[in-house]
């Protein structure tokens, strides 16, 4: 329900704060005193599309802001919570502002959302009923979710029940084409995979054996030099070749002593020399053994040659260095795993979606029987409906399309609303063949059967009742406050029957004031109210009798017939 509604600066109105209550409130005026300005202001609250020229002549911007009840529907709360909004006390605060620059933004409970959003919230919050757009009912595609909610539990379930089924057709269907229709690409990439884990894995790789590789390569390619750079080293420092370097130090270690006594610089000096004869010594006895294990083995090169030949060919392939082709060997491993896995389960797939699709043939049928009788409870409510508002022959049916061999989310049928206005013309869309008063009676007429299903807490009827009048006109007022009695309605009209059952009014007047136009809103009481009446009764000279009778109707219509 709309509880409140701020406007800054749209079109003629500068700034206005009004107040609404539940059941019907009216709003009335002369035309283009900005009644409709309202309407479009609370449409913008509920997502309706934004522009710059709804800004007032000279704002940088126009700012709106209503206050709402949460509609009680859990699916509407599931809304909030997908979109991070907390409604725990019970309210919306839905602020929206449109700036001269282009720039739109929208809050709701603080929240920032985008247009979008503000559309889904504003569905279930906001039903707009207008002459040349009836929202919801006068769109196709919404008729068969209102043949649901009309049907009842037992058809929503069956409805839940066969979109569930739907969702496992649609997996299993997605999957299967993919595979048939890359089957030989599909097949490629299998072999291939198998070739390159077969290939790798043949290789037997380690992770750090090309560098030991390598190194082994050139100690056995340089295998000369070596062995002469350790023979010279040994003989060197043994004395093979001259006097030996070992004893040659040792001598010089053994003077140096004898004077380390004197200086300080001598003890160092003779330090260094033991230290140097020591780690001489160490490197002897290295070379020596160096020397003892080497050995040249040609066959041993060949083998590492051919070993580090493949494993750059896999390089190459696969990756820059060793490590880089195990990483890939790891990852087409994987792949190849699931894709043999996928292969294993073709034929399991394909018999699951053929259960699948014969479940849902069965709860397809079986929605449509069910959807079949509710279609003919519901066309035998509006033809009540529809006598009572003096169209006693006027025929409404619920037309129901097979789609064949095709399956889709709601059902395997479209379902539109059709009707036959007058005998003799063709039987066709309610969107094409109704217009005019006839289009308001059949909107009414759905309107209050609808009304308390559909869960809407707030519906705006902008002149819905053009072009009727006597009986027709009291009719589709005694509708509009039906309908209010489930849901909150906020109506605009020129009717006074219509404006006298309603329990609240306002009055919309524009006026001057430094050469700008302005809109302004009153809230009638009771004597204003029938001066109202009477204005929408005789128009602009009111007289005694007029105001009687508009006394009468307001008395008729306030205090029961």
């Known amino acids: ?44 609250l509920a997502g309706g599309r934004g522009s710059t020229d709804f800004i007032r002549r000279g704002a940088s911007k126009l700012t709106l802001q209503g206050q709402f009840t949460v509609p009680k529907a859990p699916a509407y709360h599931d809304l909030l919570d997908r979109y991070g909004i907390d409604a ?96 030989q690409l599909w097949a490629q990439r299998l072999d291939m995979l198998r070739y390159q884990v077969q290939e790798i894995e043949r290789a037997e790789l380690k992770a750090d054996e090309e560098d030991q590789l390598e190194s082994e390569r050139d100690r056995l390619e ?34 140096v002593e004898a004077i380390e006594s004197f200086d300080q610089q001598f003890a160092d000096l003779a330090k260094g020399l033991g230290d140097a004869y020591y780690s001489l010594q160490d490197a002897a006895e ?24 493949l494993i750059g060919d896999l390089e190459h392939k696969y990756g820059d260095r060793l490590p880089d082709v195990l990483a890939y060997y790891e990852k087409i491993r994987a792949e190849l795993a699931e894709m043999e896995k996928v292969a294993d389960s073709d034929n399991d797939q394909e018999q699951r979606l053929a259960a699948t699709v014969a479940k849902l043939t069965t709860l397809g049928k079986q929605l449509t029987a069910a959807r079949k009788q509710a279609a003919k409870r519901l066309e035998q409510a509006v033809h009540q409906q529809l006598r009572e508002l003096y169209m006693e022959r006027a025929v409404f049916s619920v037309h129901f399309t097979p789609l064949g061999d095709q399956f889709r989310s709601q059902g395997v049928d479209e379902v539109e609303f059709y009707i036959q206005t007058n005998p003799g013309e063709r039987m066709g869309p309610l969107a094409k063949i109704a217009s005019g008063g006839e289009l308001s009676r059949v909107m009414l007429a759905l309107k209050t059967i609808f009304a308390q299903s559909e869960g809407v807490t707030s519906i705006i009827f902008d002149e819905v009742d053009t072009g009727v009048s006597g009986r027709v006109a009291q009719a589709i007022a005694d509708k509009i406050k039906l309908i209010a009695t489930d849901s909150q309605v906020l109506c605009i009209t020129h009717l006074p029957q219509v404006a006298a059952v309603a ?21 009638l009481g009771t004597e204003q109210r029938i001066d109202e009446l009477a204005r929408m009764l005789a128009g602009e000279t009111v007289t005694k009798l007029t105001r009687d009778h508009a006394r009468e109707l307001l008395k008729m219509e306030q205090g029961g017939k």
């Open 286 to 309: 290295t070379a020596s053994r160096a020397l003892d294990g080497l050995e040249f083995d040609p066959g041993r090169l060949a083998q590492i040659e051919d070993r580090l030949t």
């Open 222 to 255: 340089h295998f000369q030099q070596i062995n002469n750079a350790l023979n010279q080293v040994v003989a060197g420092l043994n004395g093979e070749e001259g006097a030996p370097v070992l004893d040659q130090v040792a001598e010089m270690r053994s003077q």
């Open 503 to 523: 329990q609240h009014h306002f009055l919309i007047k524009k006026r001057v004031e430094n050469e700008r136009t302005t809109t302004s809103v009153t809230p």
């Open 88 to 183: 725990s006390d019970g309210t919306l605060i839905i602020s929206r502002e449109i700036h001269q620059t282009g720039r739109n933004t929208i809050r709701v409970n603080g929240t920032l959302i985008n247009a979008t959003a503000l559309r889904e919230l504003g569905s279930g919050l906001v039903d707009i009923q207008g002459q040349n757009e009836h929202q919801r009912l006068m769109q196709p595609e919404n008729h068969l979710p209102m043949l649901d909610q009309f049907a009842g539990a037992a058809v929503l379930d069956l409805a839940k029940q066969y979109r569930q089924v739907y969702a496992d057709y649609q997996q299993l269907k997605a999957a299967v084409e993919k595979k048939k229709e890359n089957e």
């Open 1 to 44: 329900m709309l509880q409140e509604l701020t406007i800054d600066n749209l079109a003629i109105i500068n700034h206005l704060t009004l107040d609404f209550a539940d059941q019907m409130t009216v709003l009335t005026g002369e035309t283009g005193a900005g009644k409709s300005i309202i309407i479009d202001a609370v449409g913008l």
